[in-house]
């Protein structure tokens, strides 16, 4: 791969994360649904304050309940997770907002049971509704009155209004269509920039991984355990499409990755 040197420099600031401590140190040792299938191996992860960690892997290899273990949303079969956050927010695929409300009373229901003052959550929602593009009166919509875009954007926005310090995301952006997500990763970028956020992000979307994270993981199933990470050699904001593509073709260079995601020989079309 050929890389401009000068990119290297100035790189996303993780050096020395071995003299840090992790916001989030997971350690699944096993995860079984039933007792006599097991879903995940033996995977740890330590994730530093700042950091954009995705973990890609072909559908049903167990990103989500390794997502749902570090969120403590599930208890590990076997293993522990230490979180070192104030404040996370999960945005899953679904936008999971409540049909029976409107986008207001959705963002706010998601500030509920946090000790936020009043006046707080309404500045806490407008700033993130303007954040998300959204004006005063989308705000009084139901999901239903809104686009499928529209409803992925709400339901970041709910999440951001909790001023989260760690974000899950859970394919948050696969429904999306090509322009609106990347309207999303700028969005994300910019708030990731803006704010002291770290990010936990699962898809099975190789470009998105390698367009928006600092560091990639590649889940293999069967059962699901990481066979690769990947420290992304370029900061967040040099990379374009182009560098992207260097980037998953030198991760398809590995056959084991390559046959992950069915891309043997995957410079032919067809
Ligand atoms: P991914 O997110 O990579 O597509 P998941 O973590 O959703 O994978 O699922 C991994 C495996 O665990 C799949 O075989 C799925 O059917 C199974 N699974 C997921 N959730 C449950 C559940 N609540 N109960 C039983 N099996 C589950
Ligand atoms: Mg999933």
């Known amino acids: 791969m050929m890389f401009d040197p000068q990119l290297l420099e100035g790189q996303h600031s993780l050096q020395a994360n071995e003299h840090r401590e992790p916001v989030l140190e997971i350690k699944v040792v096993d995860h079984r649904y039933h007792p006599m299938s097991q879903i995940l191996d033996a995977c740890s992860l ?11 892997g072909p559908s049903g290899c167990g990103k989500s309940t390794f997502l749902k273990i570090a969120a403590d949303l599930l208890e ?36 509920r049971g946090r000790s936020v003052s009043q006046s707080e959550q309404i500045l806490r929602m407008e700033k993130a509704a303007q954040t998300m593009g959204f004006d005063k009166e989308d705000l009084g919509k ?26 899950f995301l859970d394919e948050p952006f696969s429904a999306l269509d090509i322009g609106r997500r990347r309207d999303m990763y700028r969005l994300l970028l910019s708030e990731t920039k803006n704010r002291t956020y770290t990010v936990l992000m699962v898809t099975h979307d190789v470009t998105e991984a390698l367009s928006l994270s600092d560091r ?25 499409r182009h560098l992207v593509s260097d980037l998953e073709a030198d991760l ?12 043997a020989n995957w410079e032919q079309l067809i």
């Open 76 to 111: 590990p079969s076997d293993g522990n997770v230490i979180c070192r956050a104030k404040d996370k927010a999960v945005l899953f695929q679904e936008h999971r907002l409540l049909p029976w409300k409107t986008l207001y009373e959705n963002m706010r229901f998601g500030l």
């Open 216 to 240: 990639v993981l590649v889940m293999a199933p069967d059962p699901g355990r990481f066979i690769k990470e990947y420290t992304i050699p370029i900061p967040l904001k040099q990379r374009n």
């Open 252 to 263: 398809l260079s590995d056959p084991h990755i390559a046959d992950l995601f069915n891309m």
């Open 142 to 167: 139901y999901p239903s009155e809104l686009s499928g875009g529209m409803r992925q954007r709400a339901a970041l926005a709910r999440a951001l209004a909790v001023e989260p310090d760690l974000l």
């Open 46 to 56: 330590d994730i530093y304050p700042g950091e954009i960690v995705s973990l890609i």
